[in-house]
């Protein structure tokens, strides 16, 4: 799989999207829309919304977050923001705060 | 389990990557290197190398120390060190950067500023570049130059010496064999000289050969002494 990284010194203010797997190590700002998964690492900073199949945070992102499939805080991610997405797992430890919503209406 | 694999193996790949169906539009920055295989729209800064490969498209103001296009990029590149436009590389736009390189098979369409072109600075940038060239090619003649300048003081006793030590040519050939090295260095010189005068002669015969003697007289000598010790 062709696998795009945004490295832990790369600052992108702007629009992200495409069709693959992207892993955050760096800071994003925006708007960000897959048709896969999408993985926050520890060193990684989202502030942005985020539209996806499945996101992975173990770092930290403030914005609204929707995603098809599955969300998943990490111990030790920081999340702000509202989650809508038919699952959702929130690992002990991870810090969140905002709205849960596992009813998706476009089912 | 497959995400710490990934999450861990991303973290062995120590650069950016924006995969091909990746289209990031915006502003961008870092101080890592940066590879594009998909798109990337609006402005882009880098402190490292931007390398854009065969399927990558960047439209964008770019600022990088070095860049690399195989790809298609239509915006301005500044570049602090260089810009290399590869064979499969198609650009559109400005280049500013001292160094630019633009391989056969590259289409490019735009200006070139390689800043402050001073007769003497590219003279003087280029031995530095072939500097490190020049060891690489010479580490085997490079002990044999300790040696040599002992060997050219005896080389010059050694020629009255030739016709009584004839027998000899059995330890002279140990000698000359790093001579031989030691010698090509001065032996270039001199041809240089003596090339641009045989040429000179032509033009004016008598004014010219009697300077020409000495010169190639010089050189001649030491060639012809390195040619009686490999014999």
């Known amino acids: 799989m062709a696998n795009t990284v945004i490295g832990s010194s790369i600052v992108i203010d702007g629009e992200i999207s495409g069709d693959e797997d992207l892993v955050i190590q760096g800071t994003v700002k925006g708007k960000i829309s897959l048709k896969e998964s999408l993985y926050v690492e520890g060193s990684g900073v989202v502030e942005a919304d985020i539209e996806t199949q499945n996101v992975e945070i173990a770092g930290r992102v403030t914005g609204n977050i929707v995603a098809s499939d599955k969300v998943e805080l990490k111990t030790d991610c920081r999340v702000v923001g509202d989650i809508k997405a038919p699952r959702i797992l929130i690992a002990d430890g991870a810090s969140f705060k905002g709205n849960v919503d596992m009813d998706m209406k476009e089912r | ?117 001073e007769p003497g600075r590219l003279p003087s ?58 010698s090509k260095p001065l032996p270039p010189p001199p041809p240089p000289r003596a090339e641009p005068r045989p040429v000179a002669p032509p033009v004016e015969p008598a004014s010219a050969e009697p300077p020409t003697p000495f010169a190639l007289g010089a050189g001649a000598k030491k060639k012809v002494v390195v040619k009686k010790k490999t014999r």
Do not use: C, W, Y
């Open chain 2, 1 to 117: 389990m497959a995400t710490p694999k990934e999450l861990s193996g991303s973290n062995d790949v120590n650069n950016t990557v924006v995969g091909p169906s990746i289209l990031i539009s915006g502003r961008l920055t870092g101080d890592e290197d940066l590879t594009v295989r998909g798109r990337v729209e609006g402005e882009l800064t880098l402190s490292r190398t931007l390398i854009v490969e065969p399927s990558g498209v960047v439209k964008a103001n770019v600022a990088v120390r070095n860049a690399i296009v195989s790809g298609v990029v239509v915006g301005n590149i500044n570049a602090t060190e260089s810009v290399e436009l590869t064979r499969e590389g198609r650009m559109v736009g400005d280049i500013h950067a001292p160094r630019v390189i633009i391989v056969d098979g590259a289409s490019f369409r735009g200006r070139v500023d390689m800043g402050d072109v």
């Open chain 2, 125 to 182: 940038q280029r031995p530095v570049v072939a500097r490190p060239a020049a060891p690489v090619t010479r580490p085997s003649a490079a002990p044999a130059r300790p040696s040599a300048p002992p060997a050219r003081p005896s080389a010059p006793p050694a020629r009255p010496l030739i016709p009584v030590a004839t027998p000899r040519p059995a330890p002279a050939p140990t000698v000359t064999t790093p001579a031989r090295p030691a």
